[in-house]
T-cell receptor
Framework: QQQVKQSPQSLIVQKGGISIINCAYENTAFDYFPWYQQFPGKGPALLIAIRPDVSEKKEGRFTISFNKSAKQFSLHIMDSQPGDSATYFCAAPQWSSASKIIFGSGTRLSIRP | EAGVAQSPRYKIIEKRQSVAFWCNPISGHATLYWYQQILGQGPKLLIQFQNNGVVDDSQLPKDRFSAERLKGVDSTLKIQPAKLEDSAVYLC?????????????????FGEGSRLTVL
């Protein structure tokens, strides 16, 4: 089964700083890499996703960088705000099925005021 | 548009008892997922339905877990008998797959989850 390895497990960043979360995947036949954000007591929600016909995708303060040769992708949060404090999950489709989404272990992000 | 509805939100049971969780996906979403999220871990896929058929249940402990999706809409997940290690949040998600555009799998829309505590 596809593995998605995520790091770090937890991260503390000062307000206004840059938060960086990394993910590595094994193999996939379907190039689609989403990031989900989860607040306590809520289900995960799609934050941003990339299809690797591009190496980078930016939406507001959130950017995904993708390195296909290294099988790695990362989430950058610029100008981090206390409201960004949440758990972030990277994900990838299972090798054999585009619709079977496998999640990483999560990164708990805390933004200090 | 109404989101994914789940119930109950919380359930506490003794080990060896049974429990059932219910999920109502977003209207028109053909694909429905059940994930198990143990505290401090990422969601683990248990079972995936497309309409009322099972697409993948390879990670479902079939000796104690069962799930069904009648008429391709609502779904129930049952655990019988429950073990201590089943304590987790059970998340239901739905997507428009296979009718997706822009991405292979489409966006997964999650409910708020059902938190199970087994004592």
């Amino acid at each position: 089964q596809q593995q998605v390895k995520q790091s770090p497990q937890s991260l503390i960043v000062q307000k206004g700083g840059i938060s960086i979360i990394n993910c590595a995947y094994e193999n996939t036949a379907f190039d689609y890499f989403p990031w989900y954000q989860q607040f306590p007591g809520k289900g995960p929600a799609l934050l941003i996703a990339i299809r690797p016909d591009v190496s980078e995708k930016k939406e507001g303060r959130f950017t995904i960088s993708f390195n296909k040769s290294a099988k790695q992708f990362s989430l950058h949060i610029m100008d981090s705000q206390p409201g960004d404090s949440a758990t972030y999950f990277c994900a990838a489709p299972q090798w054999s099925s585009a619709s079977k989404i496998i999640f990483g272990s999560g990164t708990r992000l805390s933004i200090r005021p | 548009e109404a989101g994914v509805a789940q119930s109950p939100r919380y359930k506490i049971i003794e080990k060896r008892q049974s429990v059932a969780f219910w999920c109502n996906p977003i209207s028109g979403h053909a694909t429905l997922y059940w994930y198990q999220q143990i505290l401090g871990q990422g969601p683990k896929l248990l079972i995936q339905f497309q309409n009322n058929g099972v697409v993948d249940d390879s990670q479902l402990p079939k000796d104690r877990f069962s799930a069904e999706r009648l008429k391709g809409v609502d779904s129930t997940l049952k655990i019988q008998p429950a073990k201590l290690e089943d304590s987790a949040v059970y998340l239901c998600a739905s997507s428009t797959y296979p009718r997706t555009s822009g991405s292979p799998a489409g966006e997964l829309f999650f409910g708020e989850g059902s938190r199970l505590t087994v004592l």
